[in-house]
T-cell receptor, first 114, second 112 residues
Framework: KQEVTQIPAALSVPEGENLVLNCSFTDSAIYNLQWFRQDPGKGLTSLLLIQSSQREQTSGRLNASLDKSSGRSTLYIAASQPGDSATYLCAVRDSGGSNYKLTFGKGTLLTVNP | NAGVTQTPKFQVLKTGQSMTLQCAQDMNHNSMYWYRQDPGMGLRLIYYSASEGTTDKGEVPNGYNVSRLNKREFSLRLESAAPSQTSVYFC???????????FGSGTRLTVV
């Protein structure tokens, strides 16, 4: 059974700092990995999707990397801003089968202080 | 705006009452999902529908039923609500697994 772990559970940084969020998964046979952002009381917003054949994806100040063989992904946020404060969730879709369901980590709560 | 729409946004039920959570997507996605989110537990899959006409159990299906009404709509029913079903419920959809997932804004359900 796939398990996804996110470290740290919470992170507080001053504005302007570059930071890295970590995600690890136990079964490397994944189809893709997706990073989401969740604001308090809100739904999930997709940030980046990395296919199993890719090493990284970039969107603006965000860069996500994937090392499938070691079961790890990182989300790099450059020049953090208070508006980046949210919970960041990592989710993987296992390869094989036709259900496309995701397994989620419990998230990292990020606070960027002005 | 295209996306996943969930109704209602908030609901309070008494133990034993029934209700249906509605979900609709207008992106012509094939697959739809229901997740619940609880503090300390993360998001857990309740049921999913890989394609129109099919439904399957996820990780925590007990106490729930689903209906894939058509390609757009996927409803979640609680027949006899219990306090343990107090949670935030999210519906999601995907075209194909390689295209990623789109989530609705959630239904916050309290069972008293």
């Amino acid at each position: 059974k796939q398990e996804v772990t996110q470290i740290p559970a919470a992170l507080s940084v001053p504005e302007g700092e570059n930071l890295v969020l970590n995600c690890s998964f136990t079964d490397s046979a994944i189809y893709n990995l997706q990073w989401f952002r969740q604001d308090p009381g809100k739904g999930l917003t997709s940030l980046l999707l990395i296919q199993s054949s890719q090493r990284e994806q970039t969107s603006g100040r965000l860069n996500a990397s994937l090392d499938k063989s070691s079961g790890r992904s990182t989300l790099y946020i450059a020049a953090s801003q208070p508006g980046d404060s949210a919970t960041y969730l990592c989710a993987v879709r296992d390869s094989g089968g036709s259900n496309y369901k995701l397994t989620f980590g419990k998230g990292t709560l990020l606070t960027v202080n002005p | 705006n295209a996306g996943v729409t969930q109704t209602p946004k908030f609901q309070v039920l008494k133990t034993g009452q029934s209700m249906t959570l509605q979900c609709a997507q207008d992106m012509n996605h094939n697959s739809m999902y229901w997740y619940r989110q609880d503090p300390g537990m993360g998001l857990r899959l309740i049921y999913y529908s890989a394609s129109e006409g099919t439904t399957d159990k996820g990780e925590v299906p007990n106490g729930y039923n689903v209906s894939r009404l058509n390609k757009r709509e996927f409803s979640l029913r609680l027949e006899s609500a219990a306090p343990s079903q107090t949670s935030v419920y999210f519906c999601a959809s995907s075209l194909l697994g390689d295209r990623g997932y789109t989530f609705g804004s959630g239904t916050r359900l309290t069972v008293v």
